[in-house]
T-cell receptor, first 111, second 113 residues
């Protein structure tokens, strides 16, 4: 079945550093989404990407939909302690409602 | 608007017992989804309701899992009998359409001992 490979699995960074994480797939996805999960909460949508090559920003976050439609990356600039959490990439494989998720990247930020 | 609400937030049950999880979606959202995350792994799709109909239940692990959405409002997910491997966090999500991202609930952490 469809699978998303997300890396890295975890990151330990200093406050103020930039962060980059990515997802790849052997299948083409029509939509890429990036979610963040805080402890004890459900995933919250950060950025949605709908077109190949699309580059979208949301504050200090920037994400791109790969031109091959098989990958996406998320960058966080000038990290702050509240960026701590688990980041998930996810994609719609077809027009149905089912989302495929990556394994998550756990981010720790040291003040 | 109120978010997606899930009950209970935590449940610890013994192997062989029955547990029922409940999800109240955002009002007006016809699409309701159940997902599960087993420790350290990806969040996996279980099923998708459109109103009261099961649109896709391809992710349901086996017939010990039963999901219902009577009247197209709230949904329940029953596990009977529970096994150790059913432990994990069960997320419910809802959406108005299929294009954008969903809104997730806070999840129910199920521990089977």
């Amino acid at each position: 079945g469809q699978q998303l490979n997300q890396s890295p699995q975890s990151m330990f960074i200093q406050e103020g550093e930039d962060v980059s994480m990515n997802c790849t797939s052997s299948s083409i996805f029509n939509t890429w989404l990036w979610y963040k999960q805080d402890p004890g909460e459900g995933p919250v949508l950060l950025i949605a990407l709908y077109k190949a090559g699309e580059l979208t920003s949301n504050g200090r976050l920037t994400a791109q939909f790969g031109i091959t439609r098989k990958d996406s990356f998320l960058n966080i600039s000038a990290s702050i302690p509240s960026d701590v959490g688990i980041y998930f990439c996810a994609g719609f494989y077809n027009q149905g409602g089912k989302l495929i998720f990556g394994q998550g990247t756990e981010l720790s930020v040291k003040p | 608007e109120a978010g997606v609400t899930q009950f209970p937030s935590h449940s610890v049950i013994e192997k062989g017992q029955t547990v029922t999880l409940r999800c109240d979606p955002i009002s007006g959202h016809d699409n309701l989804y159940w997902y599960r995350r087993v420790m350290g792994k990806e969040i996996k799709f279980l099923l998708h309701f459109v109103k009261e109909s099961k649109q896709d239940e391809s992710g349901m692990p086996n017939n010990r899992f039963l999901a219902e959405r009577t009247g197209g409002t709230y949904s329940t997910l029953k596990v009977q009998p529970a096994e150790l491997e059913d432990s994990g966090v069960y997320f419910c999500a809802s959406s108005r359409d299929l294009r954008g991202g969903y809104t997730f609930g806070s999840g129910t952490r199920l521990t089977v001992v």
